[in-house]
């Protein structure tokens, strides 16, 4: 983020706050960011975490910054923009992070022409370990881009999408994704205790199985499915594990799964988006 520009986060919940505490670990100084919530414990909280200014009134956060980004529930966020709308400037980025409520709908709830860049975080972001999608409208400078993913990056990495509607198939993959691995977890470690394991031990042996996994994934140079052939030999036990889940549509659920969580995230985004 440029070290003049000012950021103001409307919500001040978990979002804003990893996203807040990510920012000033890369340097940012909190001078130049500033909240706005509803909830004035919430907001003398955050005051005394990171020594910066707090807001009740949304349009007065607004008007004292060049980048806002929409950190409440996607329920509110109509009420957030009409609140808002006369207080903004011509040049203000407006970074959303709402889940579901597209570009052309804040658009239309701000007065049009507005600079966008909508995101899709997940919940790993905070710990710094997220992924987040992002998608700018027609009006987003590339230098826009680049402050919006510079604030993004701060809690884990960035990527991109030309389409909004491809913001669907990262909220069906990455967005909605910790929860299938935590089922992952969860299911090994029940089976493990089926095969006799103490509680305990098999949660942490599937948790740690887990972690590195996808630490050798990311590291390695080989693909995830050469991952796979190596540590595979043949009639082996893994060999009877992976040939059970193959023999039972491991990877058709996977495919089936992802695509309902698609459908949802499409249904919820025309919803929410036909509110006026
Ligand atoms: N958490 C995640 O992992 C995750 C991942 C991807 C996307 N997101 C998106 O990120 C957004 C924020 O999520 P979160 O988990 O940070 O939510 P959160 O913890 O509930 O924070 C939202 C904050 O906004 C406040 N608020 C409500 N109405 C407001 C208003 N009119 N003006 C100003 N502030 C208002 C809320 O106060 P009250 O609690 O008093 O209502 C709350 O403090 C959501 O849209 C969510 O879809 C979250």
Excluded at 17 to 46: F, P, V
Excluded at 69 to 77: C, G, H, I, S
Excluded at 157 to 175: H, P
Excluded at 235 to 244: C, D, H, R, S, V
Aim: aromatic share 6%; with cysteine.
């Amino acid at each position: 983020m440029q070290n003049s520009s000012t950021i103001g986060f409307i919500g001040a919940g978990n979002m804003a706050y990893a996203i807040i505490s990510g920012l000033i670990n890369n340097g940012t100084s909190a001078n130049n960011i500033k909240i706005s919530d509803t909830n004035e414990e919430l907001l003398s909280q955050r005051k005394s975490e990171f020594n910066l200014e707090v807001f009740t009134d949304n349009s007065e956060l607004v008007e004292k910054c060049d980048i806002v980004v929409l950190a409440v529930k996607p329920q509110v966020l109509l009420a957030v923009c009409k609140d808002i709308k006369d207080s903004l400037n011509d040049n203000t980025l407006i970074v959303s992070i709402a889940a579901g409520i597209r570009s052309h709908d804040i658009d239309r709830w701000l007065g049009l022409g507005r600079h966008i860049v909508r995101t899709m975080p997940n919940t790993p972001a905070l710990l710094n370990q997220g992924i987040t999608g992002l998608f700018a409208n027609e009006h987003v400078s590339d230098e826009q881009k680049s402050t919006a993913k510079s604030v993004l990056d701060s809690v884990g990495s960035c990527l991109w999408v030309d389409k909004e509607e491809m913001l669907d198939a990262v909220t069906a993959l990455s967005g909605s994704g910790p929860a299938y691995f935590f089922l992952m977890i969860e299911s090994m470690a029940k089976a493990g205790v089926a095969l006799g394991l103490d509680e305990n031990s098999a949660q942490k042996l599937s948790i740690q199985t887990a972690l590195g996994a996808s630490m050798m994934a990311k590291n390695s140079e080989d693909s995830p499915h050469e991952l796979r052939a190596k540590v595979t030999s043949p009639n082996g036990t893994t060999q009877a594990a992976i040939e059970y889940f193959q023999d039972h549509d491991f990877e058709i659920t996977i495919t089936h799964a992802m695509r309902a969580a698609f459908d949802k995230s499409h249904e919820i985004a025309t919803e929410l988006g036909e509110a006026e």
